[in-house]
């Protein structure tokens, strides 16, 4: 008789701790488990309540740009073996950046997980989040550089801090062009402004490289993948992905 037998995997926990929010995810091998998003403030209480829920998990890779106290790093470090990702991480390109110390760890992890997920191509990743990133990596895995724009919410915000009457508002899922209010200009502009400039970056790219795949992530990805003109590869969650990529990177290139 033949039984067929399940193996119990290690889990792994990938981190991405933001501006203003942090993003977790527990992955088994490949498939991912649970998707987790916190305030950063409820980072202890956030971290113990997932380690409670899977106690499988056995490593974590983190990335941030944002802040996070040192004891959670701490009650991190006391449950799984972690890898910290900064400037002296083994990546999967080359970086040609001219101020390679200044290049945000966000953009270094998603420029990896382009990298290693889209062999021997051209990608441009596209980071929708508090400010808009957008990597370049070409076929020959150089890291070249891109662009940095305010996000969504900073336009809001910038035009409601920067004038005396304008109002502070939240995105539109309307499609507005031709704003007939104060509000509806407000949204057109923010909105269209925004897609435009996407689809021109993107355009100019396709221009200079024609094998190019283009990856669209972060928060608002899904809100603006609809409105987009070009081809492009929508996955809000490519960060945590790429963290998972960049673990096994790491592991087999340590």
Same mark, same amino acid.
């Given at each position: 008789?033949?039984?067929?037998?399940?193996? $119990? /995997?290690?889990?792994?926990?990938? +981190?991405?701790?933001?501006?203003?929010?942090?993003?977790?995810?527990?992955?088994?091998?490949?498939?991912?488990?649970?998707?987790? +998003?916190?305030?950063?403030?409820?980072? *202890?209480?956030?971290? &113990?309540?997932?380690?409670?829920?899977?106690?499988?998990?056995? &490593?974590?890779?983190? *990335?941030?740009?944002?802040?996070?106290?040192? @004891?959670?790093? #701490?009650?991190?470090?006391? /449950?799984?073996?972690?890898?910290?990702?900064? !400037?002296?991480?083994?990546?999967?390109?080359? $970086?040609?950046?001219? =101020?390679?110390?200044?290049?945000?760890?966000?953009?270094?992890?998603?420029?990896?997980?382009?990298?290693?997920?889209?062999?021997?191509?051209?990608?441009?990743?596209?980071?929708?989040? =508090?400010?808009?990133?957008?990597?370049?990596?070409?076929?020959?895995?150089?890291?070249?550089?891109? *662009?940095? &724009?305010?996000?969504?919410?900073?336009?809001?915000? &910038?035009?409601?801090?920067?004038?005396?009457?304008?109002?502070?508002? @939240? %995105? $539109? %899922?309307?499609?507005?062009?031709?704003?007939? %209010?104060?509000?509806?200009?407000? !949204?057109?502009?923010?909105?269209?402004?925004?897609?435009?400039?996407? #689809?021109?970056?993107?355009?100019?790219?396709?221009?200079?490289?024609?094998?190019?795949? +283009?990856?669209?992530?972060?928060? #608002?990805?899904?809100?603006? *993948?609809?409105?987009?003109?070009? =081809?492009?590869?929508?996955?809000?969650?490519?960060?945590? #992905?790429?963290?998972?990529?960049?673990? =096994?990177?790491? /592991?087999? $290139?340590?």
């Amino acid at each position: 008789m033949y039984i067929c037998q399940t193996k $119990n /995997h290690d889990m792994l926990l990938t +981190v991405d701790v933001g501006n203003s929010r942090i993003k977790a995810a527990v992955f088994e091998q490949d498939t991912l488990v649970e998707l987790f +998003v916190a305030d950063p403030k409820e980072a *202890a209480v956030f971290f &113990s309540g997932i380690f409670i829920k899977y106690p499988k998990i056995k &490593s974590a890779i983190y *990335a941030s740009v944002g802040k996070i106290e040192a @004891e959670v790093l #701490d009650l991190l470090q006391k /449950h799984v073996e972690i890898q910290i990702i900064d !400037h002296t991480t083994v990546l999967p390109f080359t $970086n040609n950046y001219k =101020t390679p110390k200044t290049l945000g760890v966000d953009r270094m992890v998603l420029a990896a997980g382009a990298t290693l997920l889209y062999p021997k191509q051209n990608r441009l990743v596209i980071d929708a989040g =508090t400010c808009v990133t957008y990597d370049f990596i070409d076929q020959n895995n150089r890291y070249l550089g891109g *662009a940095i &724009s305010p996000g969504i919410v900073l336009r809001y915000k &910038s035009l409601n801090d920067y004038t005396q009457n304008l109002p502070f508002l @939240e %995105s $539109n %899922s309307n499609e507005i062009f031709i704003g007939n %209010s104060t509000e509806n200009s407000i !949204h057109s502009g923010v909105i269209n402004g925004l897609t435009y400039e996407i #689809d021109g970056f993107i355009s100019q790219y396709f221009l200079k490289y024609q094998d190019l795949t +283009v990856i669209l992530t972060g928060g #608002d990805a899904e809100f603006l *993948a609809k409105r987009l003109k070009n =081809t492009i590869f929508a996955n809000s969650n490519f960060l945590l #992905d790429s963290l998972r990529l960049l673990s =096994t990177y790491i /592991h087999q $290139n340590d």
